[in-house]
T-cell receptor, first 113, second 111 residues
Framework: ETGVTQTPRHLVMGMTNKKSLKCEQHLGHNAMYWYKQSAKKPLELMFVYNFKEQTENNSVPSRFSPECPNSSHLFLHLHTLQPEDSALYLC????????????FGNGTRLTVT | GESVGLHLPTLSVQEGDNSIINCAYSNSASDYFIWYKQESGKGPQFIIDIRSNMDKRQGQRVTVLLNKTVKHLSLQIAATQPGDSAVYFCAEGFNDYKLSFGAGTTVTVRA
């Protein structure tokens, strides 16, 4: 149990589908993040929410749409994805956004066909 | 992040030996550094962090060393065990949440 729970663990979707990834943290943290992890590449920051407010959108295409209804929950809505979007999507949380260690979930392995 | 010159993508270690994983970071202004471990099928797991006002920090079986002069970070694992087999990432940060991650070193422990 990592304290950060992501569902589903695996997702296969076609390019015309709409799906959502869910993340929940049980650590009492105030900041939540979405990262993309592709093979042989460093982790890429996608979005940051601090106290439910989006503070970072790292030039992510609009086919990825985040939602943070409260400090414990984070969603990533997906639509009209491309095959190159296939990757491991990791959610993380931290107590604050200043030099606080990130605590990651186990990710959603996304395959776009 | 990690520069190619000081980063070994793989490391093979005999069980019981000490492991040293190296990382070169790019921003001389970075003031926060962190090591993560990622096992197959799992997300990155926090190991240890260090701030730039320190040059060494110890945890349980792990030690992180920071050399700001040459922008080098290392993680030492004492008495390496089979459960230490994983990918290890370093990350650097400066005054905000935008941690910059390295590509990772895959550590394999030989029995």
């Amino acid at each position: 149990e990592t304290g950060v729970t992501q569902t589903p663990r695996h997702l296969v979707m076609g390019m015309t589908n709409k799906k959502s990834l869910k993340c929940e943290q049980h650590l009492g943290h105030n900041a939540m993040y979405w990262y993309k992890q592709s093979a042989k590449k460093p982790l890429e920051l996608m979005f940051v929410y601090n106290f439910k407010e989006q503070t970072e959108n790292n030039s992510v295409p609009s086919r990825f749409s985040p939602e943070c209804p409260n400090s414990s929950h984070l969603f990533l809505h997906l639509h009209t994805l491309q095959p190159e979007d296939s990757a491991l999507y990791l959610c993380a949380s931290s107590l604050g956004t200043l030099n606080s260690p990130l605590h990651f979930g186990n990710g959603t392995r996304l395959t776009v066909t | 992040g990690e520069s190619v010159g000081l980063h070994l993508p793989t490391l093979s270690v005999q069980e019981g030996d000490n492991s040293i994983i190296n990382c070169a970071y790019s921003n001389s202004a970075s003031d926060y550094f962190i090591w993560y471990k990622q096992e197959s099928g799992k997300g990155p797991q926090f190991i240890i962090d260090i701030r730039s006002n320190m040059d060494k920090r110890q945890g349980q079986r792990v030690t992180v060393l920071l050399n700001k002069t040459v922008k080098h970070l290392s993680l030492q694992i004492a008495a390496t065990q089979p459960g230490d087999s994983a990918v290890y990432f370093c990350a650097e940060g400066f005054n905000d949440y935008k941690l910059s991650f390295g590509a990772g070193t895959t550590v394999t422990v030989r029995a």
